[in-house]
Nanobody, 125 residues
């Protein structure tokens, strides 16, 4: 079992920044691939970014590449998503996800084994 708790969402104007954090517990954190997904109203959940267990490899959706940065601190059991130059189309509920039996590529392709409760990000124009 892995428990995930997100924080850091909120309301921001277009062009602004937010930093999301996800605290994990229940398993050795460096054995878990981590990622962020989002779901906008009326749309399916979509991949945003994933990071390998070591933190050395990251992948991003084209829509956020160059604006968002995913990172992890294996000593603190946290994964973060720094979001800059936010756009109204970034408005969504953001979910932290963990993949315990697989790589960050598995996480990207099939989703997580465990999910956080979600945190709302709203970007006004």
């Amino acid at each position: 079992q892995v428990q995930l708790v997100e924080s850091g969402g909120g309301l921001v104007q277009a062009g602004g920044s937010l930093r999301l954090s996800c605290a994990a517990s229940g398993r050795a954190f460096n054995t878990v691939a981590m990622g962020w997904f989002r779901q906008a109203p009326g749309k399916e959940r979509e991949f945003v970014a994933v990071i390998s267990k070591s933190g050395r490899t990251t992948l991003y959706a084209d829509s956020v590449k160059g604006r968002f940065t995913i990172s992890r601190d294996n000593a603190k059991n946290t994964v973060s998503l720094q979001m800059n130059s936010l756009k109204p189309e970034d408005t969504a509920v953001y979910y932290c996800a963990a993949k315990v039996d697989g790589s960050y590529l598995n996480l990207l392709n099939v989703g997580g084994d465990y999910w956080g409760q979600g945190t709302q990000v709203a970007v006004s124009s």
